[in-house]
């Protein structure tokens, strides 16, 4: 009787997912969530700021707190990305890192397993892309992650195509604080609706212009104005730094910001499921990642 009661007690968890850039973190996020929260893109680091997905699981609400990648900074931004992700960690009621088994245990990876004793929140492995490693190589490195930071439990998972989830949700369902949730059982994200249509269209820049952009570009949405026929109309500003990098974005006559434009639009409305308009404007400001502002834009805290 008294097992049944535990069971279905109601619970409310925040899971941190940290990691090196590129690690699947985004991957994973958007298929325990169930639903696109997260941009995934081939280029490294395109996480900036804290982005919550949340799953229900049985009786219990996970809040996954999907955080940059974190790596040795060298900008202003990197700073900022890398605070954000420890800061992530240290809010949450349980840290779980995820590692690239393909690539292993290299010195960032060692980096961020030797910060983790310091850490003082219930621990989880997660090792992803097990699918493209040998099973003693996997065991091996479990050995190794364990003795450099003590996890509670250790996952295999293939973020990619959901191999081993199902455990690692049931582990979080059971491990979470007993309490009420946080959020309605039908929101699937803490992101406003402004800032994942912003995220979106980076993604879709991004994937476009991954080898002829650089990092130096960000997008926000200026306008968010509901419609009396029920659709959306959305204005968003993709800023560069340089006038070179504006007509990268722009193409010739304008067809690549145009392509952007209609990827970003198709699935913002799969995701709100009604009709969007959107108009991508593209500016150039420079030293915007100097600017306090874009940073208060994206979630993150200025770096002094």
């Not at 202003?76 to 840290?95: C, I, N, P």
């Not at 003082?120 to 003795?147: S, W, Y």
Request: proline residues 4%.
């Amino acid at each position: 009787m008294s097992d049944q009661i535990e069971q279905s007690a109601q619970r409310c968890g925040f899971v941190a997912l940290i990691g090196a850039p590129n690690a699947g973190k985004s991957t994973l996020l958007n298929r325990m969530v169930g639903a696109k929260v997260s941009i995934v893109t081939h280029k490294v680091q395109t996480t900036r700021a804290i982005v919550r997905g949340i799953a229900i699981q049985d009786a219990s609400q996970i809040v996954f707190i999907d955080t940059p990648g974190i790596f040795k900074p060298k900008r202003r931004l990197d700073s900022a990305m890398v605070r954000t992700a420890w800061g992530g960690a240290q809010d949450a009621d349980l840290v779980a890192l995820l590692i690239d088994a393909k690539r292993g245990l290299q010195d960032d990876i060692i980096d961020i397993l030797e910060k983790l004793v310091d850490v003082r929140q219930p621990k989880i492995l997660l090792l992803n892309k097990i699918d493209t490693v040998p099973r003693d190589a996997l065991l091996a490195l479990t050995q190794r992650a364990n003795e450099l930071a003590k996890f509670d439990q250790t996952f295999m998972i293939s973020a990619l195509n959901g191999d081993g989830i199902g455990d690692v949700m049931s582990y979080l369902a059971n491990h979470s604080p007993e309490g009420p949730w946080h959020y309605p059982e039908d929101q699937m994200s803490d992101l406003p609706m402004r800032q994942l249509a912003a995220e979106l269209t980076r993604e879709k820049l991004y994937l476009r212009l991954h080898q002829e952009l650089p990092y130096s570009s960000t997008v926000e949405t200026e306008q968010w104005t509901e419609q009396k026929n029920g659709s959306v109309r959305v204005e968003q500003v993709i800023y560069v730094e340089r006038d070179s990098q504006k007509k990268i974005v722009l193409g010739k006559n304008g067809q690549t910001v145009k392509a952007i434009s209609m990827q970003a639009r198709k699935e913002l409305a799969e995701i709100i499921e009604r009709p969007v308009h959107l108009f991508l404007f593209v500016k150039v400001r420079e030293n915007w990642s100097d600017d306090p502002e874009r940073y208060r834009e994206m979630g993150l805290e200025f770096p002094t």
